[in-house]
């Protein structure tokens, strides 16, 4: 991994990532999703002409990775399955935090029910579909269309990190 400190002309520290992903981890088990103080992910993709297309998403924050969930005909998942390259923000307690990446749509079964049965824990009852490949649940967001809906890794290629917080100064790039 490579460190670049972006706070260095300013005399700001240069953050850890294991600072950062310890409070992108931490919003899985102390992020209420019910509360209008929530975090919420945003997605960046790319549509058809190159223009970007930022929504809101479902994700989380697991094992290196960032997980989203989306249905098939979504302008996101068709974006990805065209051109995979994305990039997934969230403001976490003391970071604003931006990682870039590929999105990989993920039909492990094993993996998908992992992914279910952490957003299950967290409030929303997800749960793998009949074919253990999608998911599944009573309410989802209105614009993703009916279930089965499918989980999607993006392990970061790049990432960046800017402090929020008077206990987290800095700016810091990592390129993995």
């Not at 931490?26 to 297309?53: A, K």
């Not at 989802?140 to 999607?152: H, I, K, R």
């Amino acid at each position: 991994m490579k460190t670049t400190n972006l706070g260095e002309a300013e005399g700001l520290p240069t953050t850890e990532w294991s600072e950062v992903e310890a409070q992108l981890a931490d919003l899985l088990t102390h992020d209420d999703p019910r509360s209008p103080n929530r975090s919420t992910f945003w997605l960046t993709t790319l549509n058809v002409d190159g223009s970007p297309h930022v929504t809101s998403v479902g994700a989380l924050w697991l094992a290196g990775s960032c997980w989203f969930q989306t249905g098939e005909r979504t302008r996101k998942a068709k974006n990805v399955a065209r051109d995979p390259r994305c990039s997934i923000s969230v403001a976490t307690k003391g970071f604003d935090v931006m990682v870039a990446g590929e999105a990989r749509r993920v039909t492990d079964p094993k993996v998908v029910a992992e992914i279910a049965a952490l957003w299950a824990k967290s409030g929303w009852p997800a749960q793998p579909d009949d074919s253990g490949t999608g998911i599944t649940a009573p309410f989802n967001a209105p614009t993703l269309g009916p279930p089965p809906w499918f989980v999607y890794e993006v392990k970061p290629r790049t990432a960046t990190a800017v402090g929020t917080a008077e206990e987290t100064p800095g700016s810091t790039r990592w390129r993995f």
